[in-house]
């Protein structure tokens, strides 16, 4: 699909049948299984300002932690004492943890729980920390482009810009790391051009995990004013990201949860996506990962609900995305 019928769809009051259609595509590559991660919020620190997030660095009335490696090793734990075989490591910016200590924490992490599957969401870092992490064991890493339109992503991440992004992402794609993108639906100043042109940067760089969520306000922030973005265009941008890269995982993000707290994770799941993740992060930790107002915390009973009514089972293997054949060797040829 190309930006114009990507622009109808976005325009279009009839969604049932893109809805249909991305069920019908997660089905045919993944089954009727969805994964389940488990992710542990380990630092809510972060050095960067972006103008939507409760964790910005000028937010000096959030009550800010940082785990030590026993504590995240201890959640970990609890993780695969759960069954689940894929560990999220996120937090914010946060430089306080060196690279030779995200090296030993992974370390220690595959040393305890063989076969477990690590995703890293630690920001933007420098590429040799990529590399290092990767060595260690790093499975995949995370790092949405929020926003494919440079001058709205340099409007809301003052200092950063889309195209370190990329080099970044390239980088670590690189690296043979599964990479997941995707961006935020609904940011102030954002058009659906805007949002046509993210999905066409999805159908480009081909993914192995895509995610979109809505923008959700939160109130310490200078976008506190702005409205929460829709649910029906989240579903839409899920939709159309899992026809254009049909084998990535794609998560019911958090925030579609949190926007629609009885239903967001089963509408989620009949959009295409095949993943969701259960929240780890040990209380009170986890009342201060505000990104957003009113965060939710999923668990399992959530997902065991969404699961029946979306007509899906719960699998709690690692779901490495399946990768084509001789992707591998068109990364190594690619800058
Ligand atoms: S979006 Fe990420 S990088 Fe930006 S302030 Fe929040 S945690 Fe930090």
């Known amino acids: 699909m190309e930006k114009p019928e990507l622009l109808e769809w976005l325009e279009a009051v009839e969604a049932a049948p893109l809805l249909a259609r991305a069920e019908a595509r997660v089905r045919a590559v993944f089954g009727d299984r969805i994964f389940i991660r488990g992710i542990v919020e380990f630092s809510n620190h972060c050095a960067r300002n972006c103008f939507y997030c409760g964790l910005r660095a000028g937010n000096r009335d959030l009550v800010r932690y940082r785990m030590s490696p026993d504590e995240i090793l201890e959640s970990a734990g609890r993780v695969w004492t759960a ?59 995370l790092l949405k482009f929020e926003t494919s339109n ?47 042109e993210d999905l066409r940067t999805v159908g480009d760089f081909q993914p192995e995990m895509v995610s979109f969520g809505p923008y959700l306000t939160h109130h310490q922030t200078p976008l506190a004013e702005a409205p929460n973005g829709s649910e029906a265009l989240t579903l839409k941008m899920m939709a159309l990201a899992r026809l254009l890269a049909g084998r990535a995982n794609m998560p019911v993000t958090t925030a579609l949860a949190t926007l629609d707290p009885s239903d967001g ?71």
Not at 307 to 314: D, E, H, K, M, N
């Open 265 to 335: 994770l089963t509408r989620g799941l009949r959009a295409g996506a095949n993943v969701i993740m259960v929240n780890f992060t040990p209380e009170p930790r986890r009342f201060n990962y505000t990104i957003y107002d009113h965060k939710l915390r999923v668990d399992f009973e959530q997902v065991r609900i969404a699961a029946a009514r979306a007509g899906r089972t719960v699998s709690m293997e690692r779901g490495d995305a399946p990768i084509k054949e001789g992707k591998e060797k068109e990364r190594q040829g690619e800058d």
């Open 150 to 196: 440079p001058a709205l992503y340099r409007s809301l991440h003052p200092g950063q810009s889309l195209e370190h992004r990329f080099f970044l992402l390239k980088h670590l794609r690189r690296l043979g790391y599964q990479v997941g993108i995707g961006g935020i639906v609904g940011l102030p100043g954002q058009s659906l051009k805007d949002l046509a």
């Open 83 to 141: 069954g689940v075989r894929t560990l999220v490591l996120q937090s914010g910016d946060d430089l306080h943890y060196s690279r030779e200590a995200i090296c030993r924490l992974l370390k220690a992490v595959k040393e305890r729980f063989p076969g477990m599957a690590v995703t890293l969401s630690l920001g933007e870092r420098d590429p040799e920390d990529y590399r290092a992490f990767r060595d260690c064991g790093a499975d995949r890493y």
